[in-house]
């Protein structure tokens, strides 16, 4: 069964430094989204990405925060200059085509970031 | 605004007795509701979906949920727990219109099963 792939499942990095964030959503998804979950707090939707753009973003998404699909297959979130708060578990999700709000985003295991 | 509200963060129950995980939303338009869940280490797996076409939904592993418009609920049930059920369980709403469909979720409800 096709499944979301993250990595790395663990990042540890010191405050001000770039993180980049990898997931390779199922093949033929057309819709990419990115959410966080801040330890002990709910999962939070970040970025949406559709046709090589920017559907819709959070007020979390700030100048910071930027998505990529840089070849066809993998999707990135980069923090540029990370901060202490920035530290959850990061969540790619993927899902297929224009069914709209009934259809199933798949979710991938997640990436720990950890900001020093 | 659209949301859901899950009523209790921990429910504890003993391994073949009933389980009701329960949800509430808000929404001003009939919701596309789900019900996913998150093992430790692992992922968000989807349980179910509620897409208007029965207000009794079934899912994986014996879970199912029921839509009460009347009661603004999703409640989330299984007759007989086992163990490997404890988990995190998530229910989310995904808002009507809008081209990207994201989904906003509840704080969870973790659930422990006694042997």
């Known amino acids: 069964e096709p499944e979301v792939t993250q990595t790395p499942s663990h990042q540890v990095t010191q405050m001000g430094q770039e993180v980049i964030l990898?997931?390779?959503?199922?093949?033929?998804?057309?819709?990419?989204y990115w959410y966080r979950q801040i330890l002990g707090q709910k999962v939070e939707f970040l970025v949406s990405f559709y046709n090589n753009e920017i559907s819709e973003k959070s007020?979390?998404?700030?100048?910071?925060?930027?998505?990529?699909?840089?070849?066809?297959?993998?999707?990135?979130?980069?923090?540029?200059?990370?901060?202490?708060e920035?530290?959850?578990?990061?969540?790619?999700?993927?899902r297929g085509g224009d069914r709209g709000p009934q259809e199933t985003q798949y979710f991938g295991p997640g990436t720990r970031l950890l900001v020093l | 605004a659209q949301s859901v509200t899950q009523l209790d963060s921990h429910v504890s129950v003993s391994e073949g007795t009933p389980v009701l995980l329960r949800c509430n939303y808000s929404s001003s338009y009939s919701p596309s509701l789900f019900w996913y869940v998150q093992h430790p280490n692992k992922g968000l797996q989807l349980l179910l979906?509620?897409?208007?076409?029965?207000?009794?939904?079934?899912?994986?592993?014996?879970?199912?949920?029921?839509?009460?418009?009347?009661?603004?609920?999703?409640?989330?049930?299984?007759?007989?727990?086992?163990?490997?059920?404890?988990?995190e369980y998530f229910c989310v709403v995904s808002p009507y219109g809008g081209a990207t469909n994201k989904l906003?979720?509840?704080t969870g409800t973790l659930l422990a099963v006694q042997p």
Do not use: W
């Open chain 1, 86 to 94: 920035d530290s959850a578990m990061y969540f790619c999700a993927s």
């Open chain 1, 22 to 32: 990898r997931c390779v959503p199922i093949s033929n998804h057309l819709y990419f």
């Open chain 2, 104 to 106: 906003i979720f509840g």
């Open chain 2, 49 to 87: 979906k509620y897409t208007s076409a029965a207000t009794l939904v079934k899912g994986i592993n014996g879970f199912e949920a029921e839509f009460k418009k009347s009661e603004t609920s999703f409640h989330l049930t299984k007759p007989s727990a086992h163990m490997s059920d404890a988990a």
């Open chain 1, 59 to 84: 007020e979390i998404f700030d100048d910071q925060f930027s998505v990529e699909r840089p070849d066809g297959s993998n999707f990135t979130l980069k923090i540029r200059s990370t901060k202490l």
